[in-house]
């Protein structure tokens, strides 16, 4: 198969990338579902893979790390609610991830440990405000997610829970890929389908 070119113009991939350029990263969940994601200009480890110092891949799925690997990426299977590394780095990535795990603290607590001085996490996830969600919710209608995810959060309850783990939520950006959303004369909270956090470690 063909990959298509990165989409560096991506709100989700243009903020990550702009704070992982040059530095050691970890990937978390870099084979996002399915061993031919590394096709889509949407795949963010490979916008890592081409523009950090350093990147290495932990997923889960073995069939798709091994794909993957066999492509000549730096991949390993793990488990990102309990992973270490030989090497400490400057960036731990979970992108869209958090919302699928059971155990989200474990996660916190192995990226911390991860991570060198003056490193951070950065976290990205569904916006539960979503107008759309919000519409769906005012009717009284269960919102509709992906049947993987096992909860939501917002940029307060990811503060409340982060900062239990040693974490500060910093900046906060909401993002869509969508032009209509982001044109949409509404609150940012309400009209962007995802956002995304810088965390650091508390000294």
């Known amino acids: 198969m063909t990959a298509e070119p990165v989409a560096w113009d991506d709100p989700k991939i243009a903020y990550v990338v702009t704070r992982c350029r040059g530095r050691r990263v970890i990937d978390l969940g870099c ?13 963010l ?13 932990i997923d889960l799925d073995s069939e798709g790390v091994a794909a993957l690997a066999a492509r000549g990426y730096r991949v390993l299977q793990g488990d990102a609610e309990d992973f270490s590394v030989t090497e400490r780095v400057d960036v731990v990535v979970a992108g869209d991830i958090i919302e699928h ?9 192995s990226a911390r440990e991860a991570l060198v001085p003056g490193g951070c996490l ?12 919000s519409v769906k919710a005012m009717w009284g209608r269960e919102v509709a997610n992906n049947p993987e995810h096992t909860c939501w959060f917002d940029p307060r309850t990811m503060r409340q829970l982060t900062a239990r783990f040693g974490f500060e939520l910093g900046e906060v950006a909401f993002h869509s890929r969508y032009r209509r959303d982001r044109w949409l004369p509404l609150p940012r909270g309400w009209k962007h389908t995802s956002w995304s956090g810088v965390l650091t470690p508390r000294a």
Not at 31 to 43: F, N
């Open 31 to 43: 084979v996002m579902h399915d061993p031919r994601a590394y096709t889509s200009r949407y795949w």
């Open 122 to 133: 950065i976290i990205q996830t569904p916006n539960p405000w979503y107008w759309r969600n």
């Open 45 to 57: 480890h490979r916008a890592l893979a081409e523009s950090a110092a350093e990147v290495t891949g």
């Open 101 to 109: 795990l059971g155990n989200p603290g474990g996660l916190l607590r």
